[in-house]
Nanobody, 123 residues
Framework: VQLQACGGGLVQAGGSLRLSCAAY????????MGWFRQAPGKEREFVSG????????DYADSVKGRFTISRDSIRNTAYLQMNSLKLEDTAVYYC?????????????????WGQGTQVTVSS
């Protein structure tokens, strides 16, 4: 499975962006999908995840209420809608796919990773 993330960019604080993650070479319906981010000098951290059915979602406390994860099984694509962006949301965002059932926040439980897309929030 190959994952391709896109949708990053430069946005002012309070603005919105939508990230997309397309899966190729397999079917994303078989995988839990997750989004992680990594800011300069920091560890890669969990942002959000969605189960294979789309019925279970999880969010890091720092983004809860501002970000929404979803998936389109027909298009084999996962999305991360990011609203009310803050300066501290600036990071490279990675999408990932896991073969385990259920949503996990544990990075090494994800088997496949996209290349990352830069999100920069300015004041």
């Amino acid at each position: 499975v190959q994952l391709q993330a896109c949708g990053g960019g430069l946005v002012q604080a309070g603005g919105s962006l939508r990230l997309s993650c397309a899966a190729y070479g397999g079917t994303s319906t078989s995988y839990t999908m997750g989004w992680f981010r990594q800011a300069p000098g920091k560890e890669r951290e969990f942002v959000s995840g969605v189960s294979w059915s789309g019925g279970v979602v999880d969010y890091a406390d720092s983004v809860k209420g501002r970000f929404t994860i979803s998936r389109d099984s027909i298009r084999n694509t996962a999305y991360l809608q990011m609203n009310s962006l803050k300066l501290e949301d600036t990071a490279v965002y990675y999408c990932a796919a896991s073969t385990i059932l259920g949503v996990t926040r544990i990075r090494n439980r994800y088997n496949y990773w996209g290349q990352g897309t830069q999100v920069t929030v300015s004041s």
